[in-house]
């Protein structure tokens, strides 16, 4: 008898999760013709990170945040926020080869996201620590989209950018910088989770610097006069020379 590969329950939901946002993505298409893929596809990334965000916080739980908490067993909310966010990942990234629209860094991202919550999928004891990451990675990705479009649409030099992009990049920086490494150096010092935990979240932190150095050297690009200028005026009012 030829054998035939059969599909575990979690790769046909996972394969499902993928289709839904593909058909998700057609349909946009579909919907607005005139706009471009890319459009369609961020429109797609506005509703995954939306989602994901106010999802992972309310799962996670941040007023009672605690070991007995992170470990508890996952619960079916929990598998369910995994299978729809491995989904859009898969989605994401076959985009992203498709049209070559980012960096390595991005697929570096969507790579590692998969991995990850496949890794997460086999546990009994991470849904809590999966809703905590899933919602500080996506935390500040509305903010992304919505700079993307004012800017897609014309309006990069009003102030409503000017707003949303400063949000974005302080709170990416907050976020993934100062809230990432405290985040990081507990969970490398604690005996709560797994290795494979850990190394996941060592990798994650990782590329969350890269972004980092990338929106560092962006501001320092865009603002860099902006920044000079407050400084001559805070100095200059506390009656200090600057040259």
Same mark, same amino acid.
């Not at 945040?65 to 990942?89: E, N, Q």
């Not at 849904?127 to 004012?150: K, S, Y």
């Not at 800017?151 to 992009?165: A, I, K």
């Given at each position: 008898?030829?054998?035939?590969?059969?599909?575990? %329950?979690?790769?046909?939901?996972? *394969?499902?999760?993928?289709?839904?946002?593909?058909?998700?993505?057609?349909?946009? !298409? +579909?919907?607005? %013709?005139?706009? =471009? %893929?890319?459009? !369609?596809?961020?429109?797609?990334?506005?509703?995954?990170?939306?989602?994901?965000?106010?999802?992972?916080?309310?799962?996670?739980?941040?007023?009672?945040?605690?070991?007995?908490?992170?470990?508890?067993?996952?619960?079916?909310?929990?598998?369910?926020?995994?299978?729809? =966010?491995?989904?859009?990942?898969?989605?994401?990234?076959?985009?992203?080869?498709?049209?070559?629209?980012?960096?390595?860094?991005? /697929? !570096?991202?969507h790579t590692s996201a *998969?991995?990850?919550?496949?890794?997460?999928?086999?546990?009994?004891?991470?849904?809590?620590?999966?809703? !905590?990451? /899933?919602?500080?990675?996506?935390?500040?990705? %509305?903010?992304?989209?919505?700079?993307?479009? /004012?800017? $897609?649409?014309?309006?990069?030099?009003?102030?409503?950018?000017?707003?949303?992009?400063?949000?974005?990049?302080? =709170?990416?920086? +907050?976020?993934?910088?100062?809230?990432?490494?405290?985040?990081? $150096?507990?969970?490398?010092?604690?005996?709560?989770?797994?290795?494979?935990?850990?190394?996941?979240?060592?990798?994650f932190y990782f590329v =969350? *610097?890269?972004?980092?150095?990338?929106?560092?050297?962006?501001?320092?690009?865009?603002?860099?006069?902006?920044?000079?200028?407050?400084?001559?005026?805070?100095?200059?009012?506390?009656?200090?020379?600057?040259?």
């Open positions: 008898m030829a054998w035939r590969p059969e599909l575990s %329950p979690a790769s046909l939901l996972k *394969l499902v999760s993928f289709l839904n946002w593909g058909a998700l993505y057609l349909w946009c !298409c +579909a919907k607005w %013709p005139k706009q =471009s %893929p890319e459009w !369609c596809s961020r429109l797609v990334t506005v509703l995954h990170g939306s989602v994901a965000t106010a999802v992972g916080i309310y799962q996670c739980g941040v007023r009672s945040i605690t070991p007995w908490r992170l470990t508890m067993k996952i619960t079916s909310w929990h598998y369910a926020l995994m299978v729809w =966010s491995w989904g859009y990942f898969a989605f994401d990234l076959i985009w992203c080869l498709v049209y070559w629209t980012e960096n390595t860094l991005m /697929l !570096c991202h *998969l991995y990850a919550i496949t890794i997460y999928m086999q546990k009994q004891y991470t849904g809590c620590t999966f809703a !905590c990451t /899933l919602a500080m990675m996506e935390v500040t990705n %509305p903010f992304l989209q919505a700079r993307w479009f /004012l800017r $897609y649409e014309g309006y990069d030099t009003t102030m409503l950018y000017f707003l949303v992009e400063v949000t974005y990049l302080l =709170s990416f920086l +907050a976020v993934r910088g100062v809230l990432g490494t405290w985040v990081i $150096y507990r969970i490398v010092e604690s005996d709560i989770f797994d290795m494979d935990e850990k190394i996941i979240s060592v990798i =969350s *610097l890269a972004f980092i150095r990338d929106i560092v050297g962006y501001i320092v690009y865009r603002y860099r006069s902006r920044i000079v200028r407050s400084i001559q005026k805070l100095f200059g009012r506390s009656g200090h020379f600057v040259k």
